[in-house]
T-cell receptor, first 111, second 115 residues
Framework: QKEVEQNSGPLSVPEGAIASLNCTYS??????FFWYRQYSGKSPELIMF????GDKEDGRFTAQLNKASQYVSLLIRDSQPSDSATYLC???????????FGSGTRLQVQP | DVKVTQSSRYLVKRTGEKVFLECVQD?????MFWYRQDPGLGLRLIYF???????EKGDIPEGYSVSREKKERFSLILESASTNQTSMYLC??????????????FGPGTRLTVL
């Protein structure tokens, strides 16, 4: 069974700093990963998708996939208090078209 | 984007009751999913469906069943609710989004408490 591991945190960064979130995965053949943000009491919302090796940037967010080391990371530049949330890393099971989620990392951005 | 609604935001049931959780999408996407979310465990896949009357077990199907009689509606059924099924239940629909053709859109969730 596929596994996705994340540090539960909390990760605390000051406002304006770079927040770095990481996850590792077990299936060496996986290529598609998602980062979801979940505010307390709300459902997850997609913020980034990355496929295959390399970096992908979207505004203040950069996702990185390193297949050799089997880890995925999310960098948030110029962190804002509104970025305080739980960030979920998910791996796509292409056969089932379902997602396997990590347990999430809680990010706290201090004003 | 697809809109996903769930029948209840909060639900309290007693042990042994039969519980129905409903999920409705406003389009006709084929793939729908039920997850449960528990602290420290993340989201875990219970059941999913590729189309009407089609269903597949996810990673934790025990104690649950599903029904999909119409394309837009996917129901999760707890045949005899137990306290260990107290959880947040999230429905998701697979649709093309701005970032990926494999984007899953989530409903608001149902927080179920079984006493």
């Amino acid at each position: 069974q596929k596994e996705v591991e994340q540090n539960s945190g909390p990760l605390s960064v000051p406002e304006g700093a770079i927040a770095s979130l990481n996850c590792t995965y077990s299936d060496r053949g996986s290529q598609s990963f998602f980062w979801y943000r979940q505010y307390s009491g709300k459902s997850p919302e997609l913020i980034m998708f990355i496929y295959s090796n390399g970096d992908k940037e979207d505004g203040r967010f950069t996702a990185q996939l390193n297949k050799a080391s089997q880890y995925v990371s999310l960098l948030i530049r110029d962190s804002q208090p509104s970025d305080s949330a739980t960030y979920l890393c998910a791996e796509l099971d292409t056969g089932r078209r379902a997602l396997t989620f990590g347990s999430g990392t809680r990010l706290q951005v201090q004003p | 984007d697809v809109k996903v609604t769930q029948s209840s935001r909060y639900l309290v049931k007693r042990t042994g009751e039969k519980v129905f959780l409903e999920c409705v999408q406003d389009m006709d996407h084929e793939n729908m999913f039920w997850y449960r979310q528990d602290p420290g465990l993340g989201l875990r896949l219970i059941y999913f469906s590729y189309d009407v009357k089609m269903k597949e077990k996810g990673d934790i199907p025990e104690g649950y069943s599903v029904s999909r009689e119409k394309k837009e509606r996917f129901s999760l059924i707890l045949e005899s609710a137990s306290t260990n099924q107290t959880s947040m239940y999230l429905c998701a629909v697979l649709a093309g989004g701005r970032t990926s053709y494999n984007e899953q859109f989530f409903g608001p969730g149902t927080r179920l408490t079984v006493l």
